[in-house]
């Protein structure tokens, strides 16, 4: 098991990456910060999400969020995190930093010709993904990747791209996350027309752990990509090869790649948005690549108010990935609502580390979401996830299920206060492993 220092280590490092590239491309532009400094109470019937023995806590959450951008001539950037303390008034807990932080920035040091590109994700994700998401459970994962982007003319019609990429990928706890990984690209695009680009994408990557017991393994990509963009109707489709080549255990793994989006507004109020995946992956990778649905966000974005624990297997396999997301969103002048349901299959590679072979799965629910301004400065919300996962090895099924209400108001320009009520409710054919949770919470926040 790793120490906390690991994880404050990459912080540092990436606070001063994010500062140092934010800081000297040109003084004279603006960088725009807002942040969001609260305080709130929360108590927990069953912290410890135990089926027969649940341990109530009552916990003051100091925290801190904000929210960075600039999009001017040489730096476009967005970083938003959050800063959490969770103050166990019961003492049943040992007190915690948990943070997260997602993030892209890039510098044109040559304008249409080289840039700098960082970007990070710094979030939460389970240390065992078969065991519930307590305190004891949770950990910090930290993705950081840098590198250059060369563009050159081939024609006026005909553009090349050349990346490379330095990845680091820290775990606090799982030691088989941690690796270096060096990443190159290709690219020749072609704009057939305003609406419609064409490009050829080799990519490689070489990935090499810290730890000394799992070997490195190559992957390769070759693809062709169409995109495009109309009023109201756009995609993007990507079709081609993917290789994992290395030695023992791992081998050598072909398959095809498939990834396409695909986004309809049939009316100004009404989005449907259509996302497939088809290729290998793996836990860092999908984590960086979680940033391209995210950043930049559009003007106004909020500032973050909770930290999301993810789902992600924090682990060195890479997997096969089969994914099916379809969202919907409606937006009124003062209402909103949202569906997305989702199917997803994972097969792992590596079968004899951490027993990840135990968790090939199949899985599928919706994510829900309402909203609604009952007057100036007062809104009501609520939302809804279900899931059913299948550990097809295991002969294990987890459906879990997880509901909130929260109602909001704006004191004044500045302060504000929330109140939500959540429940989570896990039902698994394993026994001991089913467990129910209610959730209180009361906070105010004063926001810059």
């Not at 959050?82 to 049943?92: A, F, Q, R, V």
């Not at 003319?153 to 090349?160: F, W």
């Not at 951490?354 to 899985?363: A, I, M």
Request: with cysteine; charged share 20%; net charge negative.
């Amino acid at each position: 098991m790793t120490t906390l220092h690991r994880t404050d280590s990459t912080r540092r490092r990436l606070a001063a990456a994010l500062c140092t590239a934010l800081l000297v491309p040109a003084a004279a532009q603006a960088v725009r910060v807002d942040y969001r400094v609260g305080v709130g109470v929360e108590y927990d019937d069953n912290v410890t999400l135990s089926e027969h023995d649940p341990v109530s806590e009552t916990i003051l959450q100091p925290s801190l969020g904000f929210r960075i951008s600039e999009d001017g001539s040489a730096v476009q950037a967005y970083v938003d995190g959050l800063l959490d303390y969770n103050d166990y008034l019961g003492g049943k807990f040992s007190n915690e930093f948990r943070s997260q932080i997602n993030g892209r920035l890039n510098w044109s040091a040559l304008p249409e010709r080289l840039d700098l590109v960082v970007e990070d994700v710094l979030g939460v994700q389970p240390v065992n993904p078969l065991a519930a998401n307590t305190p004891s459970n949770l950990q910090q994962t930290n993705v950081l990747s840098v590198g250059p982007s060369l563009r050159f003319q081939l024609s006026p019609a005909l553009r090349g791209l050349a990346e490379f990429r330095f990845i680091d990928s820290r775990a606090e706890k799982t030691d088989f996350f941690d690796a270096h990984r060096y990443a190159g690209a290709l690219r020749i695009i072609r704009d057939v027309d305003p609406n419609n680009r064409l490009s050829a994408n080799l990519e490689a990557e070489r990935i090499d752990f810290a730890h000394g017991d799992i070997a490195g393994y190559d992957r390769y990509s070759a693809y062709a990509r169409w995109a495009r963009t109309l009023r109201d109707f756009d995609f993007g489709v990507d079709l081609g090869y993917v290789q994992l080549d290395g030695n023992a255990p791992l081998g050598s793994h072909g398959k095809p790649l498939l990834r396409a989006d695909v986004g309809w507004h049939p009316d100004a109020d009404n989005t449907l948005t259509l996302r497939a995946r088809h290729q290998y992956t793996d836990a860092a990778s999908s984590m960086i690549a979680a940033l391209d649905t995210r950043v930049i966000p559009p003007a106004g974005a909020p500032i973050p108010t909770g930290i999301v624990t993810g789902g992600a297997v924090v682990s060195s396999s890479p997997y096969l990935e089969e994914h099916v997301e379809l969202d919907w969103t409606w937006q009124g002048a003062t209402t909103s609502f949202g569906a997305a349901p989702f199917w997803q299959r994972w097969r792992y590679v590596l079968p004899n580390l951490l027993d990840v072979n135990d968790l090939d799965q199949n899985s599928h629910g919706v994510n829900l979401f309402a909203n609604r301004t009952l007057r100036p400065g007062w809104n009501l919300g609520g939302f809804a996830t279900w899931e059913s996962v299948d550990y097809r090895n295991l002969d294990r099924r987890d459906r879990n299920g997880y509901i909130g209400l929260f109602l909001t108001h704006l004191l004044s320009r500045h302060w504000s206060w929330r109140l939500e009520l959540s429940h989570y409710e896990r039902d698994s054919n394993t026994p001991g492993m089913s467990s129910r949770s209610n959730i209180v919470f009361f906070g105010v926040a004063w926001t810059r």
